[in-house]
């Protein structure tokens, strides 16, 4: 069959990787994809918020399967965009409806779905613009540190995590007076900070049945010893050391099925990736967030991992059939390091050369911020630019092969971290 797949990041390349590994996938065609994905498929230059245009590309090249790689197109409604048109009728759409994906596009809509349905999640108070002043006096008598959430999209950079009084009452008034984020930022949502550890787990789900895919941990800190600001993520691992048996039971039991029950009593209908950011806090999990598709840099250490036929679950997910109940992974342990432009996340530079991409080896290179050249290079478009994945049975050998590869790779103002599993005990050697 045809596929489209929609998005331009690492997080579309490790897809396109993936889905042209299927003998169901006769041509892949990504939207608008960057210098790796080129290798996989036709980039198409089409936005995939230009939902007009991806109509036509669909008609055009008979596409059967559409895969959303990016979270702002379902929350703008591109599923409904298509369960709405008679001539998509036959296409399977893989991504959550509109309302579905209100898990991530609304903070406060979450919030209040997981209290209705006793998933636990952090205690929260929700203000707008209007109630600035309600707003600054709740986080004056509020424990530190505290956590300071814009209610809509904002690229994994609407987070906030303040340690004192005075920062906290800046941010509320950057977002809400100053409308730092624009609309994202126009409602808060102010909670407390869990003292735990992050991890991330992963289904697939045609909004009845789900299957679990690979867990992961990411690094959202630009900083080495998680400092400095949140980013779209730094890096990521798979499987997650501290991830066992018992802890994945509660995870299922007390969130991921809730979860699907309660979208189910709302009416909503969730077919594709649904993506839950956990602390887990002693041995309890609790739910920091969740998204509606895949995450960036998760999906680089997750989907290569996974033996079995991801379009064929897809389709399956997309047409309300899924019937794998558990996957076949390999057995494998991965790591991914992402390179960075200097500056990011604030203002960078691009169009700098990257070198030796040739030179690496016993890896996988996922594009993010990349474009060609007319002279054939490729250079630097964006502030997260590569993520370099490494697989091993042993974490620590992975991420030494990780390191490897990034150290070999070159551009003007590289960065990237070095620390990337040190909290979990992995040691670089």
């Excluded at 709740?138 to 950079?157: F, M, N, R, S, T």
Aim: charged letters at 25%; proline letters at 5%; a neutral charge.
């Amino acid at each position: 069959m045809n596929i489209l797949l929609l998005g331009s990041g690492a997080r579309e390349h490790a897809l396109a990787y993936k889905l042209t590994q299927s003998p169901l996938c006769t041509r892949l065609f990504i939207a608008p994809g960057n210098a790796g994905t080129e290798r996989q498929g036709d980039n198409v230059q089409v936005s995939p918020l230009d939902f007009a245009a991806i109509r036509s590309l669909v008609l055009r090249e008979r596409i059967e399967l559409v895969v959303c790689g990016p979270e702002e197109p379902l929350v703008k409604g591109i599923a409904d965009f298509f369960a709405g048109d008679p001539a998509l009728a036959h296409v399977a759409f893989a991504g959550p409806s509109r309302q579905a994906a209100l898990l991530e596009g609304s903070k406060a809509f979450a919030k209040g779905f997981m209290k209705k349905y006793g998933i636990p999640t952090a205690p929260y108070r929700i203000y707008d613009s209007a109630h600035l002043v309600e707003a600054l006096d709740y986080v004056k008598q509020h424990p530190l540190p505290v956590v300071i959430k814009a209610d809509g999209l904002a690229a994994g950079k609407g987070v906030f995590v303040c340690e004192t009084e005075q920062e906290a009452k800046e941010q509320v008034m950057a977002l809400l007076r100053d409308k730092k984020l624009g609309v994202a930022g126009t409602t808060v949502v102010i909670e407390q900070f869990l003292q735990g550890i992050e991890m991330s787990v992963f289904i697939l789900t045609d909004g009845q049945r789900y299957v679990l895919l690979p867990e992961a941990k990411d690094y959202k800190r630009i900083g080495e010893g998680n400092t400095g600001p949140n980013t779209g993520g730094m890096g990521a691992l798979s499987p997650v050391p501290f991830a066992n048996a018992a802890l994945m039971q509660k995870i299922e039991h007390r969130i991921l099925q809730p979860t699907l029950k309660g979208l189910q009593q709302e009416e909503i209908t969730y077919r594709g990736f649904l993506y839950v950011g956990l602390m887990i806090v002693g041995d309890d999990p609790f739910v920091v967030e969740y998204n509606c598709r895949l995450g960036d840099p998760e999906t680089q250490v997750v989907v290569p991992r996974i033996r079995t036929d991801l379009v064929n679950l897809l389709v399956q997910a997309a047409t309300d059939e899924l019937q794998i109940e558990n996957l076949d992974i390999l057995p494998y342990k991965a790591v991914g390091i992402v390179l960075a432009s200097k500056g990011y996340p604030g203002s960078y530079e691009t169009g700098r050369v990257i070198e030796n991409l040739s030179l690496t080896s016993e890896c996988l290179i996922f594009h993010a911020g990349t474009r060609r050249r007319t002279d054939g290079q490729i250079e630097t478009a964006g502030g997260r630019v590569l993520t370099v994945t490494a697989f091993d049975r042993s974490l620590a050998k992975a991420r030494q092969q990780a390191l490897r590869n990034a150290e070999l790779i070159r551009f003007e103002g590289k960065y990237f971290r070095r620390d990337i599993g040190d909290d979990v005990g992995i040691q670089y050697h």
